[in-house]
Every structure is written in structure tokens, then in C-alpha cells.
């Protein structure tokens, strides 16, 4: 993997598209001071993920941006692009190159993008430290930094130490492990401040959950013995009420059949009461009737006679007249008394009897009074013209009687056989009655057994009302079977039911409320165990991270002493030096405030933080020292270039970034450290900012800067002796 090339577009003095092509050897950067060559660096530690405005030598974000001149206006944002050859598969990727871009807007936003997706610093920053890049390690000196090994503080320079031997993305992960601890343990110290916030509550609720549960085992129980016992009761009535059912409709059906049968005995009844010989006797009752009519009129005719008498009475003489008179008065009392007495019979027989008497009587009476009544003699022709009269009538009457004392001994004959027969119809009516009446007697028993089922029903559905219950929720519900002592149910209801009243009712809110704390409770009490468990992986992690970062690190110290003193040697014409680790403990001072009822106590509590840092010692061949302090400028440098190298040789980095690291050197230094950088070349990229013709001499590529009329910076390429114009869009 190697750096193909960098493209810069309004950052800094860079305010075109600028684009500039690295070879895999070494790439030299010269130009006039001012000229932008310095702006190259600091875009490249920028897009490396550097954050602070003073290490790219501005005060803020904005000042990273092409302010604009008098004769170029500014732009509105910067933009800078490292292109990575990733044939070899360097990183883990498809791709044959990666690009990595970072963008910034004067309002201070800013993108990061590899291969063209949006991704975070975070991500940009552990990307380059898996290729053992970074801001904090040597891959970038900026100008002014050539003796940075050296005065950096030990443990700073642990950390350049660290991102050269590629152990820096094990730091970052440590760092964000221990940064995940740290918010890790927070949240399980505010969680379990949570829990004991609610846990009060939870018991006051649980015991009132403790409560509803024995009320729900009270209430369960109370529910199978209810359901038990009533739909045992239920399930009898309903079962009694159906064999009542049955039995009625048995019945109806018997008292349907029997009315109709009685119908049909009803009917016959009748058509033998409308049959001739009732007829025959209706008529000769008819014939009756007449006969009494016309006894009747004999009456009158009497009647009639009486009054005639009396007139011709009154004509004789007075004493004569009234002895005849009151003789004939007693004698017509006397007819009259005889035929009042023959109407009175109710046989004929006897009124033709009564008549005969009556009318021998009148002509006795007429015989004796013969001589006595010539003078009369109209009268009394007219008196026996009315015997005549009378005596006729008789005969007809008497004739009339013969023939309705044969008919009715007929009729008497044949009425006595439809006696018998209407008798014998009636009675099997009146049986038939009879049948009906018992059997509508049995189904007003049944009724009344069913009222008595409707009774308990009822009584039933009012207890199951006191309940709050109803009695369909029992059909379908089936009884269990076998034996029961339902005196000991309904004892152990009456039991239960007290027992349920003694609990109360439970307030459902509460319920709710207690099942939703407890439910937080428990999430709470979930959120502790993962919060504790990814506190105790990530101190695992934390540990194997930092053993591993140990044990690498210390690994490779001695492999860099013996380098850095061979690199000393060279550079210094003999001594030595060598890097060694020191370790110390930090204290650290925590101010704890514990309040209580309004009173507060501070403790001071003392950590002691493990740190590990790197000494160097070195030794002049003609020159004493004591402390690196007594270095000059130069020698800083020369010790800082001789542990460069030592590193880079150790683990070589994909490239490196000097700018002016070699400004403090004397001629015969420069060249050693021309010959260094091409010496590493091989396995190192170079990109040198320098106004060092030794180091000019070795380039594979000679970029110049100049600054345009405009106030932009302008690149050129010198490349095997020959010049070509940069790439300017």
C-alpha cells in the first residue's frame, strides 16, 4: 500500500483543485518561504484526523478555508482527498484504491467520506491507525518539530512509540473501552439510584399485590365451588324441568287425542238427538199441544152456555126464576168443577171421561126441568143444539186420541231405543270427559311441580345476583360427578365469601401500578446485570488490551535500542543511547459529597492510576551531559532523526510526512540523512518539505510551490530532470 496521491480544493492558500502525484520512493517539496509548501503538510495531517486549529497553524476551523484576495474571491469550502494504491490489500476492502476525503464549511461542518461513503471521525481516525498512521506518532513532523522525540514529555513519547508500532488502534480501542467503562459505571450507579427510588414503592405494592393474589386463590377457589355447586343445582332443575317437559307434552298430546275423540262422541250424540223418533215424538208433543187448545175452547163455549142461562133467568118469574136459577147455577158450578177437574188431568183419556160425565149430567138436568120449561123452549134447543155440538167434537176428539195413543205407543217404542242408544252415546261422553279431566288434573300437578322448579330457579338466580352473577354462565358448564356433601359447600362458600369481605376490594390502579413498577424493577434490575456484565467484559477487554499493548510495546523496545543506538553512532560519529520505560503512579484526588438530614461531609479519596512512560539517555563521544536539556537545537534533532529511523526500521510505516526536519542540520548531516531517507525508501514512502539540496539530490520527484499573482499557490513537478505542469483544474 502507498499514498498515490493528494488533491486539494480551496484549502488554504490552495484555492484551485490542486492534485498532486506521489511515486512510491521519495517525493521533495521546495519553494520561497510563503509560497504554500507548508499547507500541504498541514492538509494531509488534517485529513489524518486532526482536531486542533494550533497543529495546522490557524486559530479556528474557518481560517483551513481560502480567505480570498483581491483578485480571488473566497470559497465557500474546503476539501482535501488522499488517494491509497491498495493492490497489495493493505486494507480490508475490494477495492484497488481508497479514498479517503474530508470536507469543511465555514459554518463549521464537516464530512468524512471513504471511497465516496459518509462515515465519522471516529471512523476515519481508526482507519489510518490500523496502517499505524495518525497526528500523535512521527508520521507527520511539521516544520519547527525536528526535535520533537526529545522534548515531548515520556509519556507523549509512549504514544509515538505506540502509533509506530501500529499499537495505537489498540489504544483508541482501550480509550473507547475505557470511555464506554466510565459512561458503563455512571449509568449503573444512576440505575441503581433508580432501584433504590422505586424499590420503597414496589414493597408497599407488592405487599398489596400479596393481598390480591390471596384474594385471587380466595377467589379462585370460591369460583370452583360456585361453579360446582351451581351448576350442579342448575343442571338438576334443568333436568327435572325436562322430564316435567317431556311428562306435560305426553299429556297434551292424551288430552289433544282425547277431545278429539270427544268430538266425535259430541258429534254422535247429536245426529242420534236429530234422528226420526225424536222427531216423532216433537210432533205428537205438537199434537198435544193443539188438543189442549181446543179444550180450551170448550171452555169458552161453556163459558158461553153460563152466561145464556143467566139471561133466560132473569126473564120468569122472581120467586120461580131465582129457585131455577140458583138450581142451575149450583148445576153449571158443578159441570164447570168437573171439566176444571178433567183439564187439570194431563191424559186424554180422562178429559174425554170428564166430558161424557158432564154432558149425561146436563141432559139429567134437562129432563128433570122439561115441564117446567116450555115457556123456554128456544133456550133450551139452543142447549141441545150445543150437546149435539159438544157430542160431536167428542168424537172427533176420541177419534184423534185413537190414533195418537197408537202413534205414541210407537213412538213410546222407539224412543225407548233411542233412550238406550243416546244413553249409551252420553255415557261414553261423560267417560270420555272424565278422561280428559284426570288427565288435565295430572298436567295441572305437572305445572305445579314445574312452578316449583321455576321457584328454585329463581331462588337460585337471586343468590347468583347477591354474587354479581348470572345463571347462563352455568350451562355450560358440567358438574363434576360422584358423591357431594352440599351442606359443606355451601358452609365453605359462606367461608370463603367472609374471608374475600375481610381481604376488601384491591384497588385496580394499584394492580396496575404495582405490575408496571415491578416490571420497571425488574427492567431496572435487567439494565444493572447488563450494565455489570458489560462493565466486567469491558475491564477484561480493557486488561488484554493493555497486556497486549504491554507486552508488544515492552517487546519491542529492545529491537528499538539497538537501532536507535546504532542510528546514534551514525549520526553522532560514536556514543550511545537507548530508550528505556519508566513506569509511576499517578495519584489522583476524588472529592466525595455524602448528604444526610441536611448535613454534609467531604472525603478526599486518593487513586492511584498506573502510567507508563519513556526515558531516553544518551551519551556524547567528546561531550559530558547530564540531562537532555544540555542538547543543542541541532543535537535534539539528530537525536530525535536517529530515533526515527530506529522506529521506522523496527515497524516501517506505509509513508511519512517531514516538513523541514532537516533545517537544523550541517552539511555532512544533511547527507547522512539524505543516504537514511534512501536507504528506507524501499519500504517507506517520503513526502519531505526541504531546502536541502542533499535531499533534493535523492527525490524521485521534485515539487515546487510559487505563489501566483492572485495570492494562490501554484505546483510544478520536476521529474528525472524534466519539468511539466501540475495539474490545475
Same mark, same amino acid.
Given at each position: 500500500m502507498f499514498l498515490k496521491s493528494l488533491e486539494l480544493n480551496g484549502f488554504k492558500s490552495f484555492a484551485q483543485k490542486t492534485t498532486l502525484e506521489f511515486p512510491k520512493g521519495i517525493t521533495s517539496i521546495v519553494g520561497p518561504n510563503g509560497s504554500g509548501k507548508s499547507n500541504i503538510i498541514d492538509a494531509i495531517r488534517w485529513l489524518l484526523g486532526e482536531r486542533e486549529a494550533k497543529n495546522l497553524r490557524g486559530s479556528k476551523v474557518e481560517n483551513l478555508i481560502f480567505a480570498g484576495t483581491p483578485k480571488k474571491p473566497r470559497v465557500a469550502m474546503a476539501q482535501v482527498a488522499l488517494f491509497f494504491d491498495n493492490s497489495s490489500g493493505f486494507f480490508p476492502t475490494d477495492f484497488s484504491e481508497v479514498s479517503v476525503?474530508?470536507? =469543511? /464549511? @465555514?459554518? %463549521?461542518? /464537516?464530512?468524512?467520506?471513504?471511497?465516496? +461513503?459518509?462515515?465519522?471521525?471516529?471512523?476515519?481516525?481508526?482507519?489510518?491507525?490500523? &496502517?499505524?498512521? *495518525?497526528?500523535? %506518532?512521527?508520521?507527520?513532523?511539521?516544520?519547527?518539530? +525536528?526535535?520533537?522525540?526529545?522534548?515531548?514529555?515520556? !509519556?507523549?513519547?509512549?504514544?509515538?512509540? $505506540?502509533?509506530?508500532? *501500529?499499537? @495505537?488502534?489498540?489504544?483508541?480501542?482501550?480509550?473507547? &473501552? !475505557?470511555?464506554?467503562?466510565?459512561?458503563?459505571?455512571?449509568?449503573?450507579?444512576? =440505575?441503581? &439510584?433508580?432501584?433504590?427510588?422505586?424499590?420503597?414503592?414496589?414493597?408497599?405494592?407488592?405487599?398489596?399485590?400479596?393481598?390480591?393474589?390471596?384474594? +385471587?386463590?380466595?377467589?379462585?377457589?370460591?369460583? $370452583?365451588?360456585?361453579?360446582?355447586?351451581? +351448576?350442579?343445582?342448575?343442571?338438576?332443575?334443568?333436568?327435572?324441568k325436562e322430564k316435567i317437559n317431556v311428562i306435560e307434552k305426553d299429556l297434551e298430546i292424551k288430552i289433544g287425542e282425547r277431545g278429539k275423540e270427544l268430538k266425535i262422541l259430541e258429534g254422535e250424540v247429536e245426529r242420534i238427538e236429530k234422528r226420526p223418533e225424536q222427531k216423532s215424538f216433537s210432533e205428537i208433543n205438537i199434537q198435544k199441544k193443539e188438543f189442549l187448545n181446543k179444550q180450551l175452547n170448550i171452555q169458552k163455549e161453556i163459558s158461553r152456555l153460563e152466561a145464556k142461562l143467566e139471561f133466560l133467568s132473569e126473564q120468569k118469574e122472581t120467586e120461580e126464576i131465582d129457585f131455577k136459577k140458583d138450581e142451575l147455577f149450583i148445576f153449571?158450578?158443578?159441570?164447570?168443577?168437573?171439566l176444571e177437574k178433567a183439564i187439570a188431568f194431563s191424559e186424554k183419556g180422562e178429559i174425554i171421561e170428564a166430558t161424557k160425565r158432564l154432558i149425561e149430567k146436563i141432559e139429567r138436568f134437562l129432563n128433570s126441568k122439561s115441564g117446567k120449561t116450555s115457556e123456554r123452549k128456544p133456550q133450551i134447543e139452543e142447549i141441545a143444539k150445543l150437546k149435539e155440538e159438544l157430542s160431536k167434537e167428542i168424537n172427533i176428539i176420541e177419534g184423534e186420541l185413537k190414533k195418537l195413543e197408537n202413534l205414541e205407543l210407537e213412538t213410546t217404542l222407539r224412543l225407548e231405543d233411542f233412550n238406550k242408544r243416546f244413553q249409551k252415546a252420553y255415557e261414553a261422553v261423560e267417560a270420555k270427559k272424565g278422561e280428559i279431566s284426570s288427565l288435565e288434573s295430572q298436567r295441572q300437578k305437572i305445572i305445579f311441580e314445574r312452578e316449583k322448579y321455576d321457584l328454585k330457579f329463581s331462588d337460585i338466580e337471586a343468590q347468583l345476583l347477591q354474587i354479581g352473577r348470572k345463571a347462563e354462565e352455568f350451562y355450560n358448564i358440567k358438574p363434576e360427578s360422584g358423591s357431594h356433601d352440599w351442606f359443606e359447600t355451601e358452609r365453605r362458600m359462606f367461608k370463603l365469601r367472609a374471608e374475600m369481605a375481610n381481604i376488601g376490594e384491591i384497588d385496580e390502579s394499584l394492580l396496575k401500578e404495582a405490575g408496571e413498577t415491578e416490571k420497571h424493577y425488574n427492567f431496572l434490575s435487567t439494565q444493572i446485570a447488563d450494565l455489570e456484565k458489560a462493565s466486567e467484559d469491558l475491564k477484561v477487554l480493557i486488561k488484554d488490551l493493555r497486556d497486549k499493548i504491554h507486552s508488544e510495546f515492552e517487546g519491542a523496545i529492545h529491537s528499538i535500542n539497538e537501532k536507535f543506538n546504532e542510528f546514534f553512532k551514525l549520526m553522532f560519529e560514536g556514543g550511545h543511547a537507548k530508550i528505556k520505560i519508566k513506569k509511576y503512579e499517578l495519584r489522583i484526588k476524588n472529592n466525595n459529597e455524602n448528604g444526610e438530614e441536611g448535613e454534609s461531609d467531604k472525603t478526599e479519596e486518593e487513586t492511584e492510576e498506573e502510567k507508563i512512560g519513556i526515558d531516553i539517555e544518551v551519551s556524547l563521544p567528546r561531550k559530558k551531559i547530564t540531562s537532555l536539556e544540555m542538547l543543542s537545537g541541532g543535537e535534539k534533532s539528530l537525536v530525535s532523526i536517529a530515533a526515527l529511523f530506529a522506529l521506522i526500521s523496527v515497524s516501517p510505516p506505509p509513508f511519512l510526512v517531514l516538513d523541514e526536519i532537516d533545517a537544523p542540520l550541517d552539511e555532512k548531516n544533511s547527507q547522512r540523512f539524505a543516504n537514511l531517507i534512501k536507504e528506507f525508501a524501499y519500504q517507506t514512502q517520503f513526502i519531505i518539505v526541504t531546502h536541502n539540496r542533499a535531499v533534493m539530490e535523492v527525490a524521485d520527484v521534485l515539487y515546487g510551490v510559487t505563489m501566483n499573482e492572485d495570492g494562490t499557490s501554484r505546483v510544478l513537478s520536476l521529474k528525472f530532470e524534466e519539468s511539466v505542469a501540475v495539474k490545475t483544474v
Amino acid at each position: 500500500m502507498f499514498l498515490k496521491s493528494l488533491e486539494l480544493n480551496g484549502f488554504k492558500s490552495f484555492a484551485q483543485k490542486t492534485t498532486l502525484e506521489f511515486p512510491k520512493g521519495i517525493t521533495s517539496i521546495v519553494g520561497p518561504n510563503g509560497s504554500g509548501k507548508s499547507n500541504i503538510i498541514d492538509a494531509i495531517r488534517w485529513l489524518l484526523g486532526e482536531r486542533e486549529a494550533k497543529n495546522l497553524r490557524g486559530s479556528k476551523v474557518e481560517n483551513l478555508i481560502f480567505a480570498g484576495t483581491p483578485k480571488k474571491p473566497r470559497v465557500a469550502m474546503a476539501q482535501v482527498a488522499l488517494f491509497f494504491d491498495n493492490s497489495s490489500g493493505f486494507f480490508p476492502t475490494d477495492f484497488s484504491e481508497v479514498s479517503v476525503m474530508r470536507r =469543511v /464549511s @465555514r459554518d %463549521g461542518n /464537516s464530512q468524512y467520506f471513504i471511497n465516496k +461513503s459518509e462515515v465519522r471521525l471516529k471512523d476515519v481516525v481508526d482507519f489510518f491507525a490500523r &496502517a499505524r498512521l *495518525g497526528t500523535k %506518532g512521527l508520521a507527520i513532523i511539521n516544520q519547527g518539530s +525536528s526535535d520533537l522525540f526529545v522534548r515531548v514529555s515520556p !509519556e507523549e513519547r509512549r504514544v509515538m512509540i $505506540e502509533e509506530v508500532l *501500529g499499537l @495505537r488502534e489498540f489504544q483508541l480501542k482501550k480509550s473507547e &473501552a !475505557e470511555r464506554k467503562l466510565e459512561n458503563t459505571n455512571f449509568n449503573l450507579e444512576k =440505575v441503581k &439510584a433508580m432501584v433504590e427510588e422505586v424499590l420503597p414503592r414496589l414493597r408497599m405494592l407488592k405487599r398489596q399485590t400479596a393481598k390480591w393474589e390471596k384474594r +385471587s386463590e380466595v377467589e379462585k377457589e370460591l369460583n $370452583e365451588l360456585e361453579n360446582n355447586y351451581f +351448576s350442579f343445582k342448575i343442571f338438576e332443575i334443568k333436568k327435572e324441568k325436562e322430564k316435567i317437559n317431556v311428562i306435560e307434552k305426553d299429556l297434551e298430546i292424551k288430552i289433544g287425542e282425547r277431545g278429539k275423540e270427544l268430538k266425535i262422541l259430541e258429534g254422535e250424540v247429536e245426529r242420534i238427538e236429530k234422528r226420526p223418533e225424536q222427531k216423532s215424538f216433537s210432533e205428537i208433543n205438537i199434537q198435544k199441544k193443539e188438543f189442549l187448545n181446543k179444550q180450551l175452547n170448550i171452555q169458552k163455549e161453556i163459558s158461553r152456555l153460563e152466561a145464556k142461562l143467566e139471561f133466560l133467568s132473569e126473564q120468569k118469574e122472581t120467586e120461580e126464576i131465582d129457585f131455577k136459577k140458583d138450581e142451575l147455577f149450583i148445576f153449571l158450578k158443578d159441570v164447570k168443577g168437573e171439566l176444571e177437574k178433567a183439564i187439570a188431568f194431563s191424559e186424554k183419556g180422562e178429559i174425554i171421561e170428564a166430558t161424557k160425565r158432564l154432558i149425561e149430567k146436563i141432559e139429567r138436568f134437562l129432563n128433570s126441568k122439561s115441564g117446567k120449561t116450555s115457556e123456554r123452549k128456544p133456550q133450551i134447543e139452543e142447549i141441545a143444539k150445543l150437546k149435539e155440538e159438544l157430542s160431536k167434537e167428542i168424537n172427533i176428539i176420541e177419534g184423534e186420541l185413537k190414533k195418537l195413543e197408537n202413534l205414541e205407543l210407537e213412538t213410546t217404542l222407539r224412543l225407548e231405543d233411542f233412550n238406550k242408544r243416546f244413553q249409551k252415546a252420553y255415557e261414553a261422553v261423560e267417560a270420555k270427559k272424565g278422561e280428559i279431566s284426570s288427565l288435565e288434573s295430572q298436567r295441572q300437578k305437572i305445572i305445579f311441580e314445574r312452578e316449583k322448579y321455576d321457584l328454585k330457579f329463581s331462588d337460585i338466580e337471586a343468590q347468583l345476583l347477591q354474587i354479581g352473577r348470572k345463571a347462563e354462565e352455568f350451562y355450560n358448564i358440567k358438574p363434576e360427578s360422584g358423591s357431594h356433601d352440599w351442606f359443606e359447600t355451601e358452609r365453605r362458600m359462606f367461608k370463603l365469601r367472609a374471608e374475600m369481605a375481610n381481604i376488601g376490594e384491591i384497588d385496580e390502579s394499584l394492580l396496575k401500578e404495582a405490575g408496571e413498577t415491578e416490571k420497571h424493577y425488574n427492567f431496572l434490575s435487567t439494565q444493572i446485570a447488563d450494565l455489570e456484565k458489560a462493565s466486567e467484559d469491558l475491564k477484561v477487554l480493557i486488561k488484554d488490551l493493555r497486556d497486549k499493548i504491554h507486552s508488544e510495546f515492552e517487546g519491542a523496545i529492545h529491537s528499538i535500542n539497538e537501532k536507535f543506538n546504532e542510528f546514534f553512532k551514525l549520526m553522532f560519529e560514536g556514543g550511545h543511547a537507548k530508550i528505556k520505560i519508566k513506569k509511576y503512579e499517578l495519584r489522583i484526588k476524588n472529592n466525595n459529597e455524602n448528604g444526610e438530614e441536611g448535613e454534609s461531609d467531604k472525603t478526599e479519596e486518593e487513586t492511584e492510576e498506573e502510567k507508563i512512560g519513556i526515558d531516553i539517555e544518551v551519551s556524547l563521544p567528546r561531550k559530558k551531559i547530564t540531562s537532555l536539556e544540555m542538547l543543542s537545537g541541532g543535537e535534539k534533532s539528530l537525536v530525535s532523526i536517529a530515533a526515527l529511523f530506529a522506529l521506522i526500521s523496527v515497524s516501517p510505516p506505509p509513508f511519512l510526512v517531514l516538513d523541514e526536519i532537516d533545517a537544523p542540520l550541517d552539511e555532512k548531516n544533511s547527507q547522512r540523512f539524505a543516504n537514511l531517507i534512501k536507504e528506507f525508501a524501499y519500504q517507506t514512502q517520503f513526502i519531505i518539505v526541504t531546502h536541502n539540496r542533499a535531499v533534493m539530490e535523492v527525490a524521485d520527484v521534485l515539487y515546487g510551490v510559487t505563489m501566483n499573482e492572485d495570492g494562490t499557490s501554484r505546483v510544478l513537478s520536476l521529474k528525472f530532470e524534466e519539468s511539466v505542469a501540475v495539474k490545475t483544474v
